[in-house]
């Protein structure tokens, strides 16, 4: 009997050296296992693979050494647990995500609660070759979004409150831009420099600075036999239903404009950039 190895691969089988053995890949969103899920992959590793499993690049489970025949009972062992194979080829891939704001003291957005949303939204759609989600929550940017095809970037948009201002200058000490000027007795903000990283926000001891959570999305990331750092082309975005308007028109534009086995950048090099803005302000303007 004929295997089909395309659609092995499809479902997160890969094919190893060793004949008619696979490494399964798991889908794992954001980075977050539950301890039902590792305790379940180590028993499936145990026993159907060679006792370990791989922890890839991208935040997600390889269990190699999965023999042909235990494909199906290996799925039916990892749903007990709460998990799922993973994909592979021309399709979004795993959404990779830092802890973000629910953790992280430096973090201005919830990562993980975003990188659900997109994987509920896109995780597995079938398109002319991969696609890959990066969401990091701030400008420390512990994700590397600019690898991504689309990388988010949390912001922190600040907005300064004179009459609640001590002029400590803790805030200027603590922007790595130089963006926070304080000369006799006043305070100015230079917001052609201000990279949203919400540092003067969070150092602020009065709350004289607040600040309204934003993403920065960059398009066109690539790092691997080539290698380009994605392009941030809009403003902040200040909205989770503009960010989603945005995700959706730079896939979609993907999706209507690659050649077969294309990855994004190369697409936009080929359709050209000036199209794909058109379609993002559009997307951004709502």
């Not at 989600?133 to 409150?161: H, M, R, S």
């Not at 380009?228 to 959706?248: K, M, N």
């Not at 993907?254 to 190369?266: I, K, L, T």
Request: charged residues 25%; hydrophobic residues 35%.
């Amino acid at each position: 009997m004929a295997v089909d190895y395309a659609t092995l691969k499809k479902g997160g089988f890969m094919r190893q050296k060793q004949k008619n053995n696979f490494s399964l890949r798991l889908q794992v969103v954001g980075g977050n296992l539950t301890a039902e899920n590792l305790t379940k992959i180590a028993e499936v590793a145990e026993k159907y693979g060679d006792g370990y499993v791989h922890l890839t690049s991208r935040q997600s489970v390889e269990i190699p050494f999965i023999k042909l025949a235990d494909i199906d009972e290996v799925k039916e062992e990892l749903a007990k647990g709460g998990c799922k194979p993973g994909v592979c080829g021309p399709r979004v891939r795993t959404i990779t995500a830092c802890q973000g704001n629910q953790i992280c003291p430096s973090g201005n957005i919830d990562s993980y609660r975003i990188a659900q949303a997109l994987d509920e939204r896109y995780y597995a759609r079938e398109l002319p070759h991969k696609f890959k989600f990066g969401v990091t929550g701030c400008q420390n940017n512990c994700l590397k979004a600019e690898e991504n095809d689309v990388g988010i970037k949390g912001a922190c948009i600040p907005e300064y409150e004179e009459s609640s201002c001590i002029m400590c200058g803790v805030c200027a000490k603590a922007c790595r831009e130089d963006a926070i000027t304080i000369q006799d007795g006043k305070l100015t903000l230079d917001t052609t420099k201000c990279n949203y990283c919400g540092r003067c926000v969070k150092s602020c001891p009065t709350e004289a600075w607040k600040g309204e959570s934003g993403y920065l999305v960059s398009f066109g990331g690539l790092f691997g036999n080539h290698i380009h750092r994605g392009e941030q082309l809009l403003p902040v975005i200040t909205s989770e239903e503009q960010l989603f308007r945005v995700t959706d028109a730079a896939i979609q534009f993907f999706d209507d404009n690659a050649n077969p086995s294309e990855r994004f950048q190369f697409t936009l090099e080929r359709v050209g950039i000036d199209k794909f803005k058109e379609v993002l302000k559009e997307a951004y303007d709502g």
